[in-house]
């Protein structure tokens, strides 16, 4: 027995965080794409900033294949050549990414042309690496690390922004277009390198514990069969629909937070980014609670995955009614405390909704874990995606209705509030199954038992 696992095929601490090491490879490419490339093309180049706007957009869009790509994994029985696969198309994405944007110098209708297959490639290369990536994960941890596992996967990733700025920041100076294309390159490179070594031997390692062999053909059927039976499970629906409307409540005060803080409390631009900083804080900190109470990590097991995913919605909605409340009141209401709140709840919540996520993708009929994961998370990105646009739209339609910024304001958060009770009451609905068995056992996640989904049931 080694760091990486343990006599029952599941994985140890060292092994969760190698896979990490594939989340955080994939967030340095993305960041890349989506910040460093955003910034040549406006600032540089001096495009429209819907251009790599749009671009960004496309790679949101094409989440919707992410069931498509799960239920490719299902068949074969392996999660690891999808893993790599998907990888190898998303580094050669975001390298051919950087060689469009240098080209639009020279050759602006080319090199938007080659933007957007670079792009594509990036959309298919992610749905295809991350979906697969969290069900391996998700069937070779054990039910009370994947809290704490969802977690260090996703500080990884964080990591993987943070280096890949300060790195790439460094190798940028003195920028030009060849130099560009030179660090994204290597980039590309080092990622790749990094999700191999990262995926070596995971899947032959856990032995039959932790791979289902290929599916035969009149289980594994058509796509479309396989999608038609995972939406006709109850607890797989509501999921979905749980993830889809809590990540809209989560995303649309992305884009209205600062104006909010500049217009009501007089914030210069650089207090509202650090006011950034401060909820960014808060939803780490929220992360590192969950992963430490669920898993029992030098503190006492405290509560359920299903209980803090509930809790950390209607903290959520209460962190956001205490903005509408900071907007009615104006200073000294102390918006850096609410900020905080609202992170921290927030981190509360998605992580506890990622590690429901890993728990339940093994519920319902077998070889449809990718496919179930590849719905939850195509839910998430074009939720995600869409959150933004509906949030600022909101507001300037409240606005105009009500004539007052800060009352437009004030209505966005409390609709945002009402998306996360009724998510928290969609959670409570879904989450039974966390911890279930397929015999109808009750099981327990947390100290809290939990009764399995009784198959066929309705809404």
């Not at 990622?191 to 990262?198: G, R």
Request: some cysteine.
């Amino acid at each position: 027995m080694n760091g990486n696992g343990n006599a029952r095929g599941k994985l140890g601490w060292l092994g969760i965080v190698r896979l990490g090491l594939v989340q955080m490879a994939l967030g340095s490419v993305v960041v890349l794409t989506t910040s460093t490339l955003n910034r040549v093309m406006v600032v540089e180049l001096a495009l429209p900033a819907m251009l790599p706007g749009a671009l960004v957009g496309l790679h949101y869009a094409l989440q919707v294949f992410r069931p498509r790509l799960g239920h490719g994994s299902d068949i074969g029985g392996r999660r690891t050549p999808w893993i790599v696969g998907g990888m190898a198309l998303l580094c050669a994405g975001g390298a051919l990414a950087a060689v469009a944007t240098a080209w639009m110098a020279s050759s602006l209708v080319a090199g938007i042309a080659l933007a957007i297959a670079a792009f594509v490639m990036i959309g298919i290369g992610v749905g295809a690496a991350g979906t697969s990536l969290l069900v391996l994960l998700a069937q070779r941890t054990d039910e009370r690390r994947r809290g704490a596992a969802a977690t260090i996967v996703w500080v990884m990733m964080i990591v993987g922004f943070i280096l890949t700025a300060i790195v790439t920041g460094k190798l940028l100076d003195p920028f030009s277009t060849a130099r560009l294309v030179e660090v994204a390159g290597l980039l590309a490179v080092v990622a790749f390198a990094v999700s191999l070594f990262a995926v070596w031997g995971m899947e032959e390692r856990g032995g039959a514990a932790a791979v289902a062999a290929p599916a035969p053909e009149d289980e594994s059927g058509s796509f479309r069969e396989a999608l038609r039976e995972v939406w006709h499970e109850p607890h797989t629906r509501r999921f979905a629909v749980f993830v889809f409307l809590s990540m809209i409540a989560y995303s649309a005060q992305d884009l209205i937070l600062e104006p909010f803080a500049g217009l009501v409390f007089g914030l210069t631009p650089g207090q509202t980014t650090q006011l950034s900083g401060v909820q960014n804080g808060g939803v780490l900190t929220g992360m590192l609670i969950v992963a430490a109470f669920s898993s029992g990590v030098g503190v006492p097991r405290l509560g359920s995955l299903r209980a803090w995913t509930i809790g950390g919605c209607l903290a959520s909605a209460l962190a956001l009614v205490g903005l509408a409340v900071a907007g009615a009141s104006g200073p000294p209401w102390p918006i850096k405390v609410s900020v905080f709140a609202l992170g921290l709840a927030n981190g509360v919540y998605a992580i506890a909704a990622i590690g429901s996520m890993m728990t339940l993708v093994g519920q319902g009929k077998s070889r449809r874990e990718g496919v179930r994961m590849g719905l939850w998370g195509a839910a998430q990105a074009i939720a995600f995606g869409a959150g933004g646009l509906l949030g600022t739209l909101a507001s300037d339609l409240a606005r105009l209705v009500l004539g007052n910024a800060v009352a437009a304001y004030g209505v966005v958060f409390c609709i945002e509030a009402v998306l996360f009770v009724v998510a928290a009451l969609l959670a409570l609905r879904a989450a039974g199954a966390l911890g279930g068995e397929a015999g109808g056992r009750e099981a327990r996640l947390g100290g809290i038992a939990a009764p399995a989904p009784m198959q066929g049931s309705a809404d």
